[in-house]
Structure formats: C-alpha cells, structure tokens
Antibody
Framework: EAQLLESGGGLAQPGGSLRLSCAAS????????MGWVRQAPGKGLEWVSY????????DYSDSVKGRFTVSRDNSKNMLYLQMDSLRVEDTAIYYC??????????WGQGTLVTVSS | SYELTQPSSVSVSPGQTARITCSGD??????TRWVLQKPGQAPMLLIY???ERPSGIPERISGSSSGTTVTLTISGAQVEDEADYYC?????????FGRGTKLTVL
C-alpha cells in the first residue's frame, strides 16, 4: 500500500527557514512526478510546487516562487521542500501528494508549519 | 491560469441527495478529482478520473461529467457526510483547486 509521510514542520520566525521532508513508500518513486499542496488555517487547498521524476523539472506557485525550493533523493525515496524567507502567510498544513490520473492520487497526512514572531 | 468554480455551501436534509458542482474550461480536457475534508483531517480522495471511486468509497458517492462541469452526487446524505468538498484537476503538473463547498446535512 502506498504511503506518503511528511515531517519537518514546526514554528519558524518571519524571515526564517524550514525544511520539510516526505517519505514515500509502496510505489515506484523514482519515475513519478511529486508535488506539495498546502492549506492555511480556515482556507482552501493551494498547490505549491512539483518536481519531475528525475528532478530536472520543477515549478512553483507565484506565492512561493523564489523562496521555496523542491528537491528529491530518489535513492532514499524522499521528497523535500526547502522554505526560506518565510512569511506569516506561509502558515499552513503542508501535504505531500502524488498525481495518478488513472488510478487515484496519493495524499500524505500533512505537517503543520507556523510562522510567527 | 485556470479556475474551478464551486458553490460555497450546499445544504440538504438527511436522506436527501446532495449535488455539488464544479465548473471550469479546463475540465473539458482534464480528469477531475473530488476530495472530502473534515476538520483536522487530511483530504480523502472520493472520486478520480471524473467518475471512478477508490476502494472503500461507498456507491452512494458518485461523480459525473458533462463538458466543462462535473458533479459530485451524494445519495442518501447522512450527518457524517458533513464536510468540505474540493474538486481539482492537474494541468501541466500543477494542481488546480476549487475553493471548496461546505456540505451541511440537517
């Protein structure tokens, strides 16, 4: 059974940094595009970033472009999100997710990031 | 950029059928998914590929598609179906979400 398990969330100060991790298991991670989605308190779901299977292609939402960096280590089945220059409005639960258009997407359980002074 | 439009709220009585729509031009080209989210919980996939249910999702939950509008139908709505429902699709590896619909069953 496929599983995505996020970690690394916590409290950060405005302007600070955090690195989120997502451990993937139960599917062939190496070839798969992976993504991050977030949800601010009381708000809807918002796409953040994706990375292609070999890591050569990435993209970001306008709200995080230039501040967040997505990466992966296929030897460890790990996905990462480096978040720099954090803002109060980055406070959210961050979900790791996998698009599977023909078989049903995978979602992780999420990790909470709080940006506050 | 793409937009998906959902009603902000839908209300039905227990046992009635709830229908939540999602519309957007991109839906004529991309498969739609629906997720349910209850307070404090991660999204749970209800429908993918417009009409398919993952294992464990009851048959009273169904999806349909017509052109640029997709519909999530919950037959025999129960109090435990109260939740936020989001439609979304994936275009060019970017996930496009509707703003969510709060379903009230009372």
């Amino acid at each position: 059974e496929a599983q995505l398990l996020e970690s690394g969330g916590g409290l950060a100060q405005p302007g600070g940094s955090l690195r989120l991790s997502c451990a993937a298991s139960g599917f062939t991670f190496t070839r798969e595009v992976m993504g991050w989605v977030r949800q601010a308190p009381g708000k809807g779901l918002e796409w953040v970033s994706y990375i292609t299977g070999n890591g050569g292609g990435t993209d970001y939402s306008d709200s995080v472009k230039g501040r967040f960096t997505v990466s992966r280590d296929n030897s460890k089945n790990m996905l990462y999100l480096q978040m720099d220059s954090l803002r109060v409005e980055d406070t959210a639960i961050y979900y790791c997710a996998k698009d599977r258009p023909y078989d049903g997407d995978y979602w992780g359980q999420g990790t909470l990031v709080t940006v506050s002074s | 950029s793409y937009e998906l439009t959902q009603p902000s709220s839908v209300s039905v009585s227990p046992g009635q059928t709830a229908r939540i729509t999602c519309s957007g031009d991109i839906l004529s080209k991309k498969f739609t998914r629906w997720v349910l989210q209850k307070p404090g919980q991660a999204p749970m996939l209800l429908i993918y590929k417009d009409t398919e249910r993952p294992s464990g999702i009851p048959e009273r939950i169904s999806g349909s598609s017509s052109g640029t509008t997709v519909t999530l139908t919950i037959s025999g709505a129960q109090v435990e179906d109260e939740a936020d429902y989001y439609c979304y699709c994936v275009a060019d590896n970017s996930w496009v979400f509707g703003r969510g619909t709060k379903l009230t069953v009372l």
